[in-house]
């Protein structure tokens, strides 16, 4: 019987499907638009009904991409999102916000409406805290469900069950209320290397609910990723699905770390096995995730970690960042007056803007020698505050040089411009991690990075890492179908499966030179702007 196993992604925009051979070969891959509300305050919504239904959608759309039977599916596994799922004691959607939807059940991993919350709960100086760079940040959960208590009273108190979107979706498919280490102990500070919830913590902030009623709408029972979750697909799910009642079901990753999953392993170009300790794992989204582990917990400051098992069983991981990639990328180019010309043209030409600019761009000069025409042109690319390394959540965005110039050509080098700021931001990342013992000369990049030629030259160019690009088109959908090889029985264990199912298909390196003196040059103007954000706001703190 062919044995094949599914990943399930879901994004900030999308929900996506991809069905894989037990190698780790793609056969098909399918993607659906979800729904997100923005409103003041920081307000960043979805609704866990539609997101379901785009996995449904997903799923069986993939599945009949790929020609598969139900019958030869052994294993599913989920990523996504580190957001958060307030539902009902009958799992019923419950409104996280002031617009009183139901529907809208989910606060976005990008929302900041806890800002006030973050803030307090840093200043108290937590033992756990040093499992999370020192800081906690909006992005993550004890700040959100503060909040919730604190304006959302009756929906704090009629929730039943509070998930991390990826057990959200094991639930929905098992019936299991059991959580992944992953997301727990990267978002909801459980220290997994002591196997427990820190009372004290949750005492002192403000949520003494968790630990009074044992912790039973957060998480009792805490599995390592890919351990298989209760009977596998109930037959409901199985049903909407389009698959077969008792498949195999893994506990789940957050997306970023199946991107970790499935491209840190594996072989390299040279067919040799390739060590996970060695490389950094890059995964470019709306935000960035830059990953690595270690075999002893390292402490970065204002890099997330160190978290005991959040991959690999008994291994380490950090865990650094920017808030804003894909998505900052998009908010600048949307700020140049040619953009709406230069949208309408790409979409007639059949391709987003973003890869209708590349395309210009490297039809004129070398992907090094792009970045020399920024050389007037600075940015700041924090639109959403800094994750890491500077953990600083009310960071701004900056742009310097601009001038009256409207043309495409512009466009073009704003473009440029935030790219090689995302590459410094990583530099900054990567930096912090070597101060502290945490050396590589390797990034693996999955997500935009890894598609696009330009995207990875300039990182590896700003860095002054080598750039590994993985074989599989999608390397996310591949570590959460590696979740499933593993729940099915397929392999043994994580390291098992990301050894015969990840493979690197080619390597970029930095140009050195000219370029690597220009990127010097232009990091310390970087470095710069980012002072002058930070003293502006001292300056007007007061009003």
């Not at 991409?65 to 009958?90: K, P, Q």
């Not at 979750?229 to 970023?256: F, H, M, N, Q, R």
């Not at 009310?394 to 009256?404: S, T, Y």
Request: hydrophobic fraction near 45%; glycine fraction near 10%; include cysteine.
């Amino acid at each position: 019987m062919t044995q094949l196993v599914i990943g399930v992604d879901i994004g900030t925009g999308s929900a996506r499907a991809g069905v894989f051979d037990v190698t780790g070969r793609l056969l098909s891959a399918a993607k659906e638009p979800i729904a997100i509300w923005h409103a003041p305050g920081g307000i960043v919504e979805q609704s866990s009904t539609d997101i379901w239904r785009a996995v449904i959608k997903t799923v069986r759309e993939a599945m009949a991409l790929a020609g598969a039977r139900a019958e030869d599916v052994v294993g599913l596994g989920f990523d996504a999102t580190c957001s958060l799922v307030v539902l009902d004691r009958e799992a019923r959607p419950l409104a996280v916000g002031p617009s009183e939807d139901a529907n809208r059940d989910i606060i976005v991993w990008m929302d900041h409406r806890a800002l006030a919350e973050t803030a307090e709960i840093n200043a108290g100086g937590h033992e756990v805290l040093r499992y999370v760079g020192g800081k906690v940040s909006p992005e993550m959960q004890t700040p959100k469900l503060l909040w919730l208590k604190r304006h959302r009273p009756d929906t704090f108190a009629r929730a039943g069950h509070f998930f991390d979107l990826s057990d959200f979706l094991t639930f929905k498919s098992t019936g299991s209320l059991d959580r992944s280490i992953c997301t727990v102990v990267c978002k909801w500070t459980y220290l997994a290397h002591e196997a427990r919830w820190d009372d004290a913590y949750f005492n002192a902030i403000g949520l003494k609910e968790f630990p009074a009623e044992g912790y039973r709408r957060i998480g009792t029972t805490i599995r390592p990723p890919a351990v298989p979750l209760g009977a596998g697909l109930t037959p409901e799910a199985a049903a909407e699905l389009g698959l077969v009642a008792g498949t195999a079901v893994a506990a789940s990753l957050i997306d970023a770390h199946a991107g970790a999953v499935g491209t840190l392993g594996g072989t390299g170009v040279d067919g040799a096995p390739v060590d996970p300790l060695a490389r950094i794992a890059y995964i470019f989204g709306t935000s960035t995730c830059i990953m690595s582990e270690t075999r002893s917990p390292t402490f970065v400051p204002g890099v997330w970690g160190p978290y005991f098992s959040a991959l690999r069983d008994g291994v380490w991981l950090n865990e650094g960042g920017q808030s804003a990639a894909g998505a900052a990328l998009d908010q600048l180019v949307k700020l140049h007056p040619a953009h709406a010309a230069a949208s309408d043209e790409a979409a007639r030409d059949g391709l987003g803007l973003l890869d209708a600019l590349e395309r210009r761009i490297l039809a004129r000069v070398g992907a090094s020698e792009a970045a020399l025409e920024t050389a007037r042109l600075h940015v700041l690319p924090d639109f959403l505050g800094n994750r890491s390394p500077h953990a600083d959540p009310h960071a701004k965005a900056i742009v310097a040089g601009l001038d009256l110039d409207s043309s495409v050509e512009s466009l073009e080098r704003l473009y440029l411009a935030g790219l090689c700021a995302l590459g410094y931001g990583t530099r900054e990342v990567t930096e912090a991690l070597a101060a502290e013992g945490v050396l590589t000369t390797t990034l693996v990049v999955s997500g935009g990075a890894a598609k696009s030629a330009l995207v990875r030259q300039i990182l590896a160019d700003t860095t002054g890492l080598t750039v590994a690009i993985p074989q599989t088109a999608e390397p996310v959908l591949l570590g959460s179908a590696m979740l499933g090889a593993v729940a099915a029985g397929v392999y043994p264990d994580v390291p098992a499966a990301m050894a015969a199912m990840a493979k690197d298909a080619a390597t970029v390196s930095p140009a050195g030179g000219r370029i690597a003196a220009f990127h010097d040059a232009k990091r310390a103007a970087f470095a710069r702007l980012r002072a002058v954000d930070r003293d502006v706001r001292i300056d007007m703190a007061g009003f």
